[in-house]
């Protein structure tokens, strides 16, 4: 909590005329209108009046779709990963969002309204992910969606292998360690909880296991980072017997292949439109994925789990049309409603309805075309992102330092793991300027 | 080898084995007859209600007014859109099958002067990604090596053949030359400024020193050649013969560059060396040197378009940008994907490109015959008119559109079956049995 | 002693009495270098017999920015006896004459130096267990004092005294929790070994220590928090006398932390760092003091609403370079980034503005670096002669806890002086004596000269 510099989160009133609105609940609405005032919906329907002073958009020809929401991001972050350990519960996101990435901004001229940024995937139990408003421009606890409910990473597979087992030699080196860790935690969880109620002056908080029990107590939502379908079918057994509820699996590639079971235990997934081969566990891996879990009824969601492709999300969501025929509703709802589902915000965003917070984007065409344009975005009704008056350089925080050539090529696709960040640095024992930050 | 690396062996084994159970059917091929299709030829216009004809590898007729013979497989393409196969001038593909996997990365070899390594010997025609994407109607593809700052020699093939030498279109297309990089090359690139002054300075001098050496070897061994009598015979060097072709003027250089001030210094570069081809290629930062670029007359592979911006402060839209406004410049533009798995979205980023300032007409040549011309094989493929080879895509809307089905694939005039590991497990597991 | 003397053979100061030193400063009579020989004593030797110093006809400058004309500073045995125009020197005084040409101003004051203190290793070994990887190798250790750290003949001693400090807090070099801070007097070869004040409070950061736990800033907050439930935890429990109860020496050490007696002396410079300590300091309910804060300008009202005081860093960037240009983007570019420096070198104007009490600490800072960057704040920080003086000194002072006997040139304050040719810190001035405890020491201007000042000879 960041009592002392909490900023109250900016609303906005506005009224949209005459677009296509897109509400995801309620179908497609030509020529309608849109009515927010103080950051909430309060009408749509036709013909409707804007109330005194607040700006009205004419929305004739052009597609109002709720705000885009990303289940998984590493935006305005700035450390990702504790790898030192194979567990880092207590470790929150919410503690170093960096509000100055200009990635932010990025996204928003994408549509993107909400990402959820999480820890990395070196650690089976990483740290609490933090829902990001992108109010681009408030302080990092203006991001902070408020009332969001608590999120946790966990992560199977080749990374917290390669990290932990392959690297420092320690549990665990197999998807057999993996569960071993998972279960250890638990039940150290379970035990402290006892030592704690039975006496508790003599037994001091502790940061990590407070946070497991709370997942044991269906207080935090699981992002489990996996791809076998083995290693699904594991955490669904493991959860089922510890009593968890309400998880999503992030990437899950080869969720396909187990998509009747994980609608069986109402587990979730959010996954690529189309990354695989960049690592062995992706390698048997199909476009075809979002098509066959939307079949069996699985709430998935279309990610990026990268600043590039946070960018176009409503692209990437296309693409399960393409792959598999996926109804262009259904698409839609991959990059809204189903992430707020994953999320648990859905009662407040993911769609445009009477009640909910204003968060959506006027597109130039319906945004499922690659010639769509986010033309505006608003975040509680507040205008984050206008093309018209989008200038060159939106930074925020300008160093005095540097020089304006100063460039930094990234590569872009997938070759890496983006949420393996600061993992490299981890191996570097070589100590930095840590004196000065 | 200890026993985990020989066990990671054994698994990909398995990988191989799978990747080449792949292919089901034998394409279709002979005389076929595209009818009644909407025909986007690229080099001479849209053709409404058009018959394309292909006879073996070659397609014979383009038009209307044509009653094929009965020997021709009739196919009506009502409603459909035919294109030319589209053509990523940028890719791993053949060359990785599994990035994170070393034993699966054959496109960067030891060392910083490798000019007689060729792509063309390392590709695979059996990797799993190969079908994956040309089912999507990306029919050729260069492969290109990538280490060191001479990385070897880049193949142009297509993405059918059970060989090398079957798919190949030009086996040595381009010499890879990689620019050194004077910025940061990521966010885990923490070299102070003086370091990357430093290293880049030190780079810049050891690439001139070699290019000078090969160059130097080139005309003693030239010199030898012409008149040998009296003259000890000067032993080969493998690396260097590697570059002969570079200044004989019948290889061009595909240069790899980025940053304006990399892009200024490889214009130098370029001006310093008249009788050589260059070719830039990535081009990041290109929209900032359009006019020195559209003025030396080197043609350009702009990409991936979707891509961030490369500097804090460069609007957003930029990488969208690039390559619209190279072409507004007046430079021969073709577009890369940079990728191995997912070459397929080639079309997506020409989609950008046209959403973002250049005009659809220009973003499709950047796809198909632009990419041609730069490899000077636009005789051969890159658009569809009477003898040249029949590579072509069939769609149920606009090539460039994300949602749009790709109907058939030709390559070389085959048919291909639209089948790849990715389809195949859609159907497997679009019905599994759930209670096994 | 002797090997420290050797080092500071420019300076020309001597302590104590020793055969060595005599002979040391018979050479330099001999070779024709000026000297003034002085019978400092050490302040923990405190006989009523020790002569007493004096500068007369000096202009005196107080903290608070007001000068004495044509004054005289008595001093003996390390405190200031008399300040004033009126003084009557005493008949035992030795007296340097001022001449009615130099300035006296209170010694000046570091918050927060790495001086003498080893460097964090390069390479650090590959802990067997990175997730619990004991106290020291995760760099908590608020328990460690500096001064058994500190190199004797570390140059920047020397530097410092001569760049006319006369007290530091100085604390080890680390990660989250390096260690306590303790204040010296700037004397020297003798620093180390001249304690003023022990274990004024752990210094702080959110560094995380390389190949292990904790790693980055998110899990050294993590850490704080534990580290805060363990200390109460600890306490509660010896409190009942419990036999079982164990001790630890890293707890306990921050149980003047957890009860707000002494504060964290926390580094953080940039606006989100800040306002993570801030957060850590609601939940866990500690005091800071804020370090460094090259940032804390973003943040002016609220460290004033919470008066959380800054021992701030001059560690400046280089103005940047505006070079005409006709391209529209770089001219916008250079805008911005001007602006960017203008806020950065009047961070302390934009504190004091907001009324956030701000002293000094140079952090690395190379003391030569100091002076220079003194100007800047002048020249380009909106700062005045009168509040760079007092930053320096009193606030500095207070910040610390050693206002009311350190940190002016007052009656009864310790007796640390620097001397100057003209008014401080224009430029010309230039630093001819410190006096540090009351040992008086001469400053010989460097043959380079330049507005940095004097400058000792690195070893």
Redesign the interface.
């Known amino acids: 909590m960041m009592v002392g510099t909490a900023v109250a989160q900016p609303k906005g009133s506005v009224l949209v005329k005459n677009a296509t609105v897109i509400t995801i609940a309620n179908g497609t609405l030509d020529n309608t209108d849109v009515l927010v005032q103080n950051g909430l919906i309060t009408r749509i329907g036709q013909n409707l009046n804007a109330p005194r002073g607040v700006e009205t958009i004419d929305g004739t020809g052009k597609y109002l779709l709720p705000g885009i929401i990303d289940a998984h991001s590493h935006l305005a972050l700035t450390s990702i990963n504790e790898a030192s350990s194979p567990v880092t519960a207590e470790v929150r996101m919410r503690d170093v969002v960096d509000p100055n990435d200009i990635g932010l901004y990025r996204a928003l001229a994408g549509g993107v309204t909400i990402s959820h940024a999480m820890h990395g995937s070196a650690n089976v139990i990483g740290g609490q992910g933090a829902t990001l408003k992108h109010h681009y421009g408030e302080e990092a606890s203006g991001l902070l969606m408020r009332d969001a409910p608590r999120t946790i990473k966990f992560a199977l597979g080749e990374n917290p292998t390669r990290v932990h087992g392959q690297g420092n030699g320690v549990h665990p080196r197999t998807r057999m360690g993996v569960e071993q860790v998972i279960r250890e935690h638990f039940d150290a969880a379970k035990d402290y909880k006892h030592r704690r109620a039975a006496t508790p002056t003599r037994v001091a908080k502790n940061e990590r296991l407070e946070v497991m029990a709370d997942i044991l107590d269906g207080k935090i939502l699981v992002h489990c980072h996996s791809y076998r379908s083995d290693e699904i079918l594991m955490l669904m057994r493991v959860f089922n017997e510890y009593g968890i509820k309400n998880y999503t699996f992030q990437h899950a590639n080869e969720a396909f292949k187990v998509a009747p079971e994980l609608a069986k235990n109402g587990a979730h997934t959010s996954i690529f439109a189309d990354w695989w081969a960049y690592k062995f566990e992706v390698y048997y891996s199909t476009s075809y994925n979002a098509a066959i879990l939307n079949h069996y009824g699985v709430v998935n969601s279309i990610n990026s789990d990268s600043d590039e492709l946070i960018r176009h999300l409503n692209h990437e969501a296309a693409k399960t049309v393409k792959y598999g025929g996926v109804s262009e509703l259904d698409a839609l709802k991959m990059i809204t409603i189903n992430p707020a589902i994953q999320l648990g915000i859905d009662k407040r965003v993911g769609s445009i309805e009477v009640g909910k917070e204003a968060d959506f984007a006027l597109w130039s065409k319906h945004p499922l075309s690659i010639y769509a344009i986010a033309e505006r975005t608003w975040v509680d009704g507040v205008t984050r992102f206008n093309l018209a008056t989008d200038a060159t350089d939106m930074r925020l925080n300008v160093s005095p330092v540097g020089t304006f050539e100063a460039s930094i090529m990234s590569e872009s696709g997938r070759h890496t793991d983006a949420c393996m960040n600061d993992v490299l640095d981890f191996f570097t024992l070589e100590t930095m300027d840590h004196n000065h930050e | 080898m200890n026993k985990r690396i020989l066990s990671l062996f054994i698994v990909f084994l398995g990988v191989v084995s799978i990747s080449n159970a792949q292919i089901t059917e034998k394409p279709n091929f002979g005389k076929i007859a595209l009818l009644n299709a909407t025909i986007h030829t690229v080099s001479d216009g849209v053709i409404e209600n058009g018959i394309v004809l292909i006879d073996g590898e070659r397609i014979v007729f383009v038009g209307n007014n044509v009653k094929p013979t009965a020997d021709y497989t009739m196919i009506d393409l009502t409603g459909k859109h035919v294109w030319p196969g589209m053509i990523d001038a940028g890719t791993s593909l053949g060359l990785v099958e599994i990035s994170a996997f070393p034993v699966t990365v054959d496109n960067a070899e030891v060392g910083n002067f490798n000019p007689n390594m060729r792509a063309f010997t390392a590709i695979n025609p059996n990797s799993a990604a190969i079908a994956i994407n040309r089912v999507e109607g990306v029919t050729t593809v260069i492969a290109e090596p990538s280490s060191g700052f001479i990385s070897g020699v880049a193949t142009l093939i297509d993405l059918f053949g059970y060989s090398p030498d079957s798919m190949a279109v030009k086996a040595d297309a381009a010499m890879v030359m990689n620019w050194p990089v004077s910025g940061r090359r990521g966010w885990f690139d923490q070299r102070t400024d003086e370091q990357l002054k430093e290293q880049f300075e030190t780079q810049l001098k050891d690439m001139k020193e070699t290019w000078n050496k090969a160059k130097f070897y080139h005309t003693m061994m030239s010199s030898f050649e012409a008149s040998p009598t009296g003259k000890t015979r000067p032993n080969k060097d493998q690396q260097m013969d590697g570059m002969r072709n570079v200044f004989r003027g019948t290889l061009p250089v595909m240069i790899r560059v980025d940053r304006e001030g990399d892009i200024k210094e490889a214009l130098k570069w370029v001006a310093d060396n008249p009788d050589v081809k260059f070719i830039f290629t990535s081009v990041a930062e290109g929209w900032r040197v359009a006019d020195e670029i559209a003025a030396a007359k080197v043609p350009v592979i702009v990409g991936p378009v979707l891509r961030l911006p490369s500097r804090g402060y460069d609007s957003y839209q930029r990488p969208y940008e690039n390559a619209g406004l190279l072409h507004k410049a007046g430079v021969l533009v073709a577009l890369r994907t940079g990728q191995t798995e997912n070459v397929r979205n080639l079309p997506f980023q020409a989609g950008y490109a046209a959403t973002y300032g250049m005009p659809y007409e220009e973003a499709l040549k950047s796809i198909t015959l632009n990419p041609a011309k730069i490899f000077g094989v636009d005789d051969r493929i890159g658009s569809i008119s009477e003898g040249k080879i029949a590579n072509l895509v069939v769609t149920n809307g606009d090539l460039l559109e994300t949602m749009t089905q790709v109907e058939m694939v030709f390559i070389r005039g085959r048919d291909i079956p639209l089948t790849s590991r990715q389809e195949q497990l859609y159907r497997e597991f679009i019905n599994r049995d759930a209670t096994n | 002693m002797v090997k420290g003397l050797f080092f500071c053979r420019l300076e020309s100061v001597t302590t104590c009495f020793n055969f060595n030193v005599l002979k040391f400063i018979m050479k330099h009579l001999k070779t024709g270098t000026a000297m003034l020989v002085l019978f400092g004593l050490s302040t923990t030797v405190q006989a009523q017999a020790v002569p007493a110093q004096a500068f007369t006809r000096v202009t005196v400058h107080l903290a608070d920015g007001s000068s004495i004309p044509n004054a005289s500073i008595v001093w003996r045995n390390g405190v200031i006896e008399a300040v004033g125009a009126r003084v009557t020197i005493p008949f035992d005084a030795r007296v340097t004459d001022g001449g009615d040409s130099l300035h006296v101003y209170p010694g000046f004051i570091d918050g927060l130096a790495?001086w003498g203190t080893p460097e964090?290793?390069?390479?650090?070994?590959?802990p067997e267990?990175?997730?619990?990887?004991g106290y020291e190798r995760a760099g908590i250790q608020p328990e460690r004092a500096v001064q058994p750290l500190l190199k004797a003949d570390a140059a920047e001693f020397n530097l410092a005294r001569n760049n006319g400090f006369t007290l530091a807090a100085i604390a080890p070099?680390?990660?989250m929790l390096p260690g306590q801070i303790s204040i010296f007097h700037v004397k020297g070869t003798e620093t180390s070994t001249s304690l003023f004040r022990s274990n004024i409070g752990p210094k702080a950061?959110?560094?995380g220590t390389?190949?292990?736990?904790?790693?980055?800033?998110?899990?050294v907050?993590?850490r704080y928090?534990?580290l805060m439930?363990?200390a109460?935890?600890?306490q509660?429990?010896q409190a009942t006398g419990?036999a079982n109860a164990g001790r630890d020496a890293v707890l306990e050490s921050l149980y003047p932390v957890a009860s707000k007696t002494t504060p964290l002396y926390f580094?953080?410079?940039?606006?989100?760092?800040i306002?993570?300590v801030?957060?850590l300091?609601?939940?866990l309910g500690f005091n800071i003091v804020l370090v460094?804060g090259k940032q804390a300008h973003t943040?002016s009202t609220?460290l004033a609403r919470?008066k959380i005081p800054v021992l701030v860093s001059i560690?400046m960037?280089a103005k940047?370079d505006t070079a005409s240009t006709d391209n529209q983007?770089?001219l916008?570019?250079?805008t911005?980034?001007q602006?960017?420096?203008t806020?950065?070198v009047r961070n302390i104007r934009t504190l004091l503005d907001a009324g956030v009490r701000v002293g000094f600490s140079s952090?690395?800072l190379k003391p030569a670096d100091i002076r220079k960057n003194l100007d800047v704040l002048i020249s380009d920080g909106g700062l005045t002669e009168a509040e760079v003086i007092k930053l320096l000194s009193s606030e500095t002072a207070s910040i610390l806890g050693i206002g009311t006997v350190a940190g002016d040139v007052r009656t009864g304050r310790l007796a640390d002086l620097v001397v100057t040719t003209k008014a401080f810190p224009s430029k010309g001035s230039r630093i001819v004596y410190t006096v540090t405890a009351g040992t008086q020491t001469e400053i010989k201007s460097s043959p380079a000269g330049g507005s940095a000042g004097p400058r000792g000879r690195m070893p």
Do not use: C
């Open positions: 790495t964090i290793p390069r390479q650090m070994d590959r267990r990175p997730a619990e990887p070099q680390g990660f950061s959110l560094a390389r190949g292990a736990y904790p790693g980055t800033p998110m899990a907050m993590s928090r534990q439930h363990d109460r935890t600890l509660t429990v419990a580094i953080a410079d940039d606006k989100e760092s306002n993570r801030l957060s300091v609601d939940e460094s943040l609220e919470r560690d960037p940047p983007e770089r916008a570019w250079n911005r980034q602006a960017a420096w806020a950065q952090n690395g």
